[in-house]
């Protein structure tokens, strides 16, 4: 009715509703509800003794912790010791003489047990790529730094490279390196060091890409997947792109820029024109508005949620309000010279971010899915390589993403098979059973109590009363008390021992992980 | 409020929105809720009515075999009828009284003797041989090369071939189908052939993956499991009727929970169908080998009717480099037991009538070099044969033998792209159209009875 002074509506796209897109949450609003939340979503989930004191230190501080992983844990960017550099390594003079001389005489003994060593090399290579998975997981699960190892992860789906094609554990460690270097760094030092690392040299091809054919595998995805995006640039854009990275290789661990190989003349690429190198295309590259734009996207459909057909369509948005998100994130990325630590942190403290209809609408990756279980519920972590496998079933194995576009997420982890599989890794964590005909289950127990605990702390009732268990249980794992739910539990607590009974309550805990609400976050 | 407004609109999209194809109808004893009747509608609008070869019922199945390391083609289809195989390969050639010959029209060609198995089916016209299939700069990497094979791609990126016909053949919104299992390998993982944009593939190997494991942890969580379940279904049935669609992302966008709630009904339901389906004692005897049991899933979950288009399966172990054999040994008993697994599969659809509605076809990433090498094996090739086999393959011997003397660096030069093979069984046999699944226009190779 009248009286009543509406603001005028924000015009898609105008900076007005850039600004006012990521408008930051009022402090007081910030709760145990909102923390849990930036937990889960910032990171791998928390506990609840980690979510209250997370909503005790209120956005600002808790963000700001997030957004330091090397304070938080100072080994997060250390190369970790243990792992054997040499694996791969080319054939030494010494040994590439004794083949060719072997082959020259026909010696077929010499030419069959040197293959005999080489397979022997592969196979050591492929159990230290199964113990850096480890590692990485294991990282996952005990690292105080969760941003930053989900920062990692995120780098490594978007430069996707796999061990499949390049067979060379240490040089997937060394990228994954790189990406820890500037987890929450900047996006333009990211886009320097994959021209010149190895894996990626390997896996698209680059390492033979020379003045006289140059090959324009890297050339390519660089903008079509990892950075502007496609009609963003042309194929002409390819083939000069293709000849600025002539001569990027590497030699051993190492990258090399052979400038026998480099074509040195100019060329004009995006609108740039010179005796562009490598670097040189890096920058044109960065100038473009669409670069921003482009990696704004992805932080956006990786933090918040996907983003639907239509969304940048000019002329009528499907998702409007998202978009002015992505655009006010563009801008900020661009204002900030690319580092992403800036954009997260305006987006971990606005409003949108903590939207109703941002919480509990991301299907969980199966990273966030096991990791996520272990450390929201405190379960032991068993056998990583069983974890590391099942994240397999479900269509995440590190290191080997399904291909350079990396792995496409959201409802896509879904399907029926994946469900049981997802369903299970919970049940596994929890109960340490396994599915008939498999691994040995583990025994180890899972105490139900500090759960137990924190809950009752938070509402007494709960120690006694078996509906107040169920209601607490459904909105620390899920966030809400979905309809109906509650009156199940509830049933179930009861009839088991009651509210305070440790084995009722593991039983209800494992009832919620089979929900389908648990699979999103 | 636009969509859902009007009542009977809401029911509409209900009744659309739940498709499982026959899953919920061909079990009698599953409770379900009473929009999943309606999804009968929906299904004789899915299975689309298209045409066939009369004689051949609807719903037609392919089947994929992959032989995985390279198999060798030169002693699978043997050219005993030329002397310069024998030069080629001193200890590891199939002697020529041991070859299965095909006879008339393929004159000085045949079998390797442990292919017994599929020679009488191929005397029963059950078996097309396609000889010397491969592509233009051949590939020897293992990865690389079923990459290409994979997506029909030389650069061995993108998606899948059989994702990308599952992602075209989806009529409604990704919502809708994400749920179905059109696609499934057995497996612990999908190939990525099967990778689509869209619908992701199905894969398991083993029945008992595909249940529960908190299942009788106690007294009472099957029960209690049940209840969540049911609430939450008839959490999204009222969303429904209240008319609470989810208007912020856009046209079908279906909401997160509903997605999920419905995946979860899908997984229900054909888990009981798949582990009921699977512990029926087939029809027919099968070897107790890899390929065979795997095959034995696939006629069992065919013959419950599940509503998959495709099935994948695999065998490994052909990358022969060292000892290989000849008419005995490693390579040999690979050869065996790929042969009896597919005649055992064959009688058994057979004897459930659904034989001639399914075609298999096989094939290896590349072939293995025409010489031996110094350890009694072969390294990695070039061109090689494909099989088609079952009532509805084009049965024969299929296109010409690579040259033996015409040699590319001692590997064969592939005579036939297996871009045309796919297009063939992308247009023949699944009646699609090639070329929006390929991403461009193949030569097709006929590969089905009526061309």
């Known amino acids: 009715m009248s009286g009543t002074v509406r603001a005028a509506p924000l015009r898609p796209g105008s900076r007005r509703a850039r600004e006012a897109a990521l408008s930051p949450i009022d402090p007081g609003a910030f709760g145990v509800a909102e923390a849990r939340h930036l937990l889960l979503r910032a990171g791998f989930g928390g506990s609840l003794d980690q979510i209250r004191l997370i909503a005790d230190w209120g956005p600002e501080r808790a963000v700001d912790y997030l957004l330091d992983p090397k304070a938080a844990d100072p080994s997060f960017d250390a190369m970790p010791t243990g792992f054997d550099a040499e694996i791969m390594s080319v054939p030494s003079p010494d040994q590439l003489r004794a083949y060719r001389q072997a082959a020259a005489r026909g010696d077929e003994d010499a030419l069959a047990a040197i293959r005999a060593m080489r397979q022997e090399r592969q196979r050591q290579d492929r159990r230290q790529v199964r113990e850096i998975q480890r590692w990485w997981i294991t990282r996952m699960i005990e690292s105080p730094a969760s941003l930053g190892e989900k920062m990692t992860l995120f780098w490594h789906g978007h430069f996707a490279t796999s061990y499949r094609t390049i067979e060379n554990s240490w040089h997937m460690l060394l990228q994954n390196h790189l990406f820890r270097a500037h987890a929450l760094g900047s996006f333009a030092e990211l886009m320097h060091g994959i021209i010149r690392d190895p894996a990626m040299l390997a896996y698209l091809d680059n390492t033979n890409s020379r003045r006289a054919s140059p090959n324009e595998n890297l050339a390519r995805e660089l903008m079509e997947l990892f950075s502007l995006g496609v009609g963003n640039y042309t194929e002409r854009d390819i083939r000069e792109g293709a000849r600025a990275l002539t001569g990027y290789t590497f030699e051993g661990n190492a990258f090399v820029f052979d400038p026998r190989r480099h074509d040195s003349g100019t060329k004009r690429i995006l609108g740039v024109q010179g005796a562009l190198d490598g670097d040189g295309f890096v920058r044109a590259i960065l100038a473009q508005r669409s670069c921003a734009s482009f990696i704004a996207a992805k932080l956006y459909a990786f933090f918040v949620a996907p983003l639907p057909e239509g969304w940048d369509d000019p002329r009528r948005s499907t998702a409007p309000e998202a978009r002015a998100v992505v655009d006010a994130m563009a801008d900020r990325l661009r204002r900030e010279r690319y580092v992403v630590g800036a954009v997260l942190r305006e987006l971990f403290l606005s409003k949108h971010f903590y939207a109703d209809e941002v919480r509990g609408a991301q299907i969980k990756s199966p990273a966030e899915l096991v990791v996520g279980t272990v450390r929201q519920l405190r379960t032991p972590a068993r056998d990583v390589a069983l974890l590391i496998d099942a994240m397999d079933r479900m269509g995440q194995h590190v290191f080997y993403p399904p291909s350079v576009a990396g792995w496409s997420g959201g409802r896509y982890w879904i399907n029926t098979a994946t469900l049981f599989t997802r369903q299970n890794a919970a049940a596994y964590l929890l109960t340490g059973r396994v599915p008939t005909g498999r691994a040995a289950a583990s025994r180890v127990e899972f105490d139900p109590r500090e759960v137990m605990t924190w809950l009752v702390r938070e509402r007494p009732e709960a120690g006694t009363d078996a509906r107040a268990m169920g209601e607490q249980l459904l909105r620390f794992m899920l966030g809400r008390v979905p309809s109906g739910a509650a009156e199940v539990l509830a049933s179930y607590i009861a009839e088991h021992g009651g509210a305070g009974d440790a084995q009722a309550v593991g039983g209800a805990m494992l009832l919620v992980t089979a929900m389908p609400e648990y699979q999103a976050c | ?451």
């Not at chain 2, 279904?233 to 912020?248: F, I, L, S």
């Not at chain 2, 590997?411 to 247009?427: N, P, Q, T």
């Open chain 2, 1 to 451: 409020m636009g969509l859902h407004n009007n009542p009977s609109e809401a029911k509409a999209y209900t009744r659309r929105a739940f498709t499982l194809g026959s899953l919920a109808l061909a079990s009698a004893s599953v409770v379900a809720p009473e929009f999943l009747q309606r999804s009968a509608v929906a299904l004789e609008r899915a299975s689309g009515g298209r045409s066939s070869t009369p004689g051949v019922a609807e719903d037609r199945v392919l089947v994929v075999v992959q032989l995985s390391g390279g198999n060798d083609g030169l002693n699978t289809v043997v050219p005993f009828g030329e002397r310069g195989y024998y030069n080629a390969r001193p200890r590891i050639a199939v002697p020529e009284r041991d070859v299965l010959r095909f006879g008339r029209g393929a004159d000085g060609l045949g079998l390797h003797p442990a292919l017994a198995d599929l020679k009488a089916m191929y005397d029963d016209g059950l078996v097309g041989v396609i000889q010397g299939v491969g592509y233009p700069n051949p590939n020897r990497s293992h990865f690389k090369s079923m990459d290409i094979w994979h997506t029909a791609d030389t650069s061995g990126t993108g998606h899948g071939w059989l994702g990308r016909y599952v992602d075209n053949e989806c009529a409604g919104s990704p919502e809708e189908d994400a749920g179905r299992t059109p696609a499934v390998a057995i497996g612990r993982t999908a190939p990525l052939a099967m990778q689509g944009r869209v619908v992701q593939p199905v894969a398991f190997e083993d029945a008992s993956l595909f249940r529960w494991t908190g299942e009788g942890v106690d007294d009472g969580i099957d029960d209690a499991h049940n209840a969540l379940f049911e609430a939450a279904q008839a959490r999204t049935a009222a969303h429904h009727e209240h008319g609470h669609g989810h208007a912020h992302a856009g046209h079908h966008h279906e909401p997160i929970a509903e997605f999920l709630v419905r995946t979860a009904l899908d997984a229900r339901v054909s888990s009981d169908l798949i582990r009921r389906a699977v512990s029926q004692r087939s029809l027919v005897e099968y070897p107790r080998t890899r390929l065979a049991q795997q095959l034995s899933m696939v006629a069992s979950m065919i013959r419950a009717e599940l509503k998959t288009r495709v099935y994948y399966v695999s065998l490994g172990g052909f990358d022969t480099h060292a000892q290989q054999g000849g008419a005995q040994g490693r390579h040999a008993q690979l050869l065996g037991e790929f042969g009896g697994a597919l005649r055992a599969f064959y009688a058994d659809l057979k004897a459930q009538g659904n034989d001639s509605r399914v075609l298999t076809v096989s094939f290896s990433e590349f072939g293995r070099r025409v010489g031996q090498n110094a350890s009694n094996g072969t390294d990695h090739g070039t061109a090689a044969p494909m099989f088609l086999v079952g009532p509805m393959a084009r049965a024969g011997v299929i296109g010409e033998h690579p040259s033996l003397r015409d040699l590319d660096e001692g590997d064969l030069k592939h005579l036939i792209d297996f871009r045309s093979v796919y297009a063939g069984v992308l247009e023949r046999w699944m009646r699609t159209d090639s070329r929006a699944v390929l991403g461009r226009s193949y030569r097709v190779l006929p590969v089905t009875r009526r061309g």
